[in-house]
């Protein structure tokens, strides 16, 4: 930004001119004010409020990055996802709103109040998405979540804290993070790796860590670790909900069948496209 806008809404549309589009421009310029992400209407409300020379600096620096390609949340430090609002990093995954498919999904195959504390499992659990918007929406859960990556778990543990919501953690490679003698789950549910190592579409993905993104040749490598080891951690009639790829869902229901899985289907995410697969454990 060559000179410090007059006015806030001069600064959005200069951000414009620039190529960021509205909404981002919009983010970008709370972030700067220290506004909520959600106060959009504060800035209609004070459009004529000058921007000071120190907040149209730190505007400008933020707008190259995102300009650049960077992931708002990481920019911001912060994601929405399930109605929370989660601190992210280059550590961990950008939450994405197809994922709340998965949470969906699994709150309506777990116990209610057939029993006490129905046990629910998030592998890979990054910034703790999943595992926390589960607790949050069913607080009588026992939710469980393991991570590869201490730096991971570390924003996750910091998120559980923060929104005060108790979630056990353990670091390792999937279901090996449990400790021996892990009770068996109801439904364990993930997120995992799951694009070839060669895809193109990673190009787009520079910004986020590697290791959550990638899984071998076909990219069905973490998947197929998982559904054969699941059995051996579910109750009988304990649901398996994984994320997949887009063109995925036919060879996961297939992996999930060998494995002794019932009822077998894939849901939908928000563009229509087969995004989720599960199945239950001797059903």
């Not at 069913?138 to 570390?154: E, F, G, H, Q, Y």
Request: one cysteine or more; a negative charge; aromatic letters at 4%.
């Amino acid at each position: 930004m060559t000179t410090s806008p007059a006015t806030l809404a001069q600064a959005l549309a200069e951000l414009q001119q620039r190529g960021l589009d509205r909404l981002d421009a919009q983010l970008l310029l709370l972030h700067v004010l220290g506004q909520s992400p959600t106060q959009r209407g504060w800035l209609l409300a004070h459009d004529t409020d000058p921007l000071s020379p120190n907040c149209a600096t730190t505007l400008n620096t933020l707008a190259q990055r995102r300009l650049a390609g960077e992931p708002l949340a990481y920019i911001t430090g912060s994601k929405a996802f399930y109605g929370l609002e989660l601190q992210v990093s280059p550590d961990v995954l950008v939450p994405r709103p197809d994922t709340e498919t998965l949470v969906d999904w699994a709150l309506e195959v777990l116990p209610g109040t057939t029993k006490p504390a129905p046990r629910v499992l998030d592998l890979g659990t990054g910034s703790g998405a999943i595992a926390l918007a589960l607790k949050a929406t069913r607080p009588a859960l026992a939710v469980w979540a393991t991570d590869m990556s201490a730096a991971a778990l570390t924003v996750a543990q910091a998120n559980a804290q923060r929104l005060q919501l108790a979630v056990t953690f353990n670091q390792g490679p999937w279901l090996a993070a449990l400790p021996a003698g892990t009770p068996r789950f109801d439904a364990i549910v993930s997120n995992p790796p799951y694009i070839a190592e060669h895809d193109p579409h990673l190009t787009a993905l520079g910004f986020e860590p590697i290791q959550a993104l990638t899984s071998g040749a076909s990219g069905l490598d973490d998947l197929l670790q998982i559904i054969s080891a699941a059995p051996a951690h579910l109750q009988p009639g304990g649901w398996l909900l994984l994320e997949h790829g887009y063109d995925q869902a036919a060879a996961v229901r297939q992996l999930l069948t060998q494995c002794g899985f019932g009822q077998v289907q894939s849901r939908c995410d928000l563009a229509g496209i087969e995004r989720c697969s599960g199945g239950c454990l001797g059903a």
